[in-house]
């Protein structure tokens, strides 16, 4: 069996052997057990694979809590500590230093997340250098996110040129 079940601008795909959820940057397996016990279940096929979109998504929504649980134990930033124009020091996948507009969406990503607030930093590639929105990481959209760990005066070339 192979099918594929389109969530958001994510896949969910159950093969013969496993489930899994592909996003644009990541990738997700439901646990073997969990796997398992539908698959071995006396059920028609139409319903074992609603079971196993229903299990991966509540699986996808347990690893994005604990993930948030583990972040703010470390120190991070939740959005109702941020001061909108202030830059932040935190990490992503290119940037250390962002500024927090607390009036802006972030452009990319799953339509369902309709969260106010995202990052700016100055992104280069290649030989460009432009403002990039990122979302903070309580606003997990598929794509990457920021995560604060504390407010800092931004060197010269992290300040915003829009």
Not at 52 to 57: G, I, V
Not at 86 to 95: F, L, T, V
Not at 119 to 125: E, H, Q
Request: aromatic content about 12%; some cysteine; overall charge negative.
């Amino acid at each position: 069996m192979k099918k594929e079940i389109k969530y958001n601008d994510d896949t969910i795909i159950i093969y013969d052997d496993c489930c899994v959820m592909i996003g644009k940057d990541w990738n997700l397996t439901l646990p073997d057990d969990v796997f398992i016990n539908v698959m071995e279940r006396e059920i028609p096929e139409d319903y074992k694979i609603v079971l196993l979109e229903r299990f991966m998504l509540r699986h996808y929504e347990d690893v994005f809590k604990i993930r948030i649980k583990e972040y703010i134990e470390d120190g991070a930033l939740t959005k109702d500590k941020l001061v909108d124009g202030k830059y932040y020091q935190g990490e992503c996948r290119n940037a250390t230093v962002a500024r927090w507009n607390a009036n802006k969406k972030a452009d990319k990503g799953r339509k369902d997340i309709d969260a106010m607030g995202c990052f700016t930093y100055m992104r280069t590639k290649f030989r460009d250098i432009f403002p990039e929105d990122i979302n903070h990481f309580e606003d997990d959209n598929g794509y990457d996110y920021f995560v604060p760990y504390k407010e800092v005066v931004p060197e010269d070339d992290e300040v915003i040129r829009e």
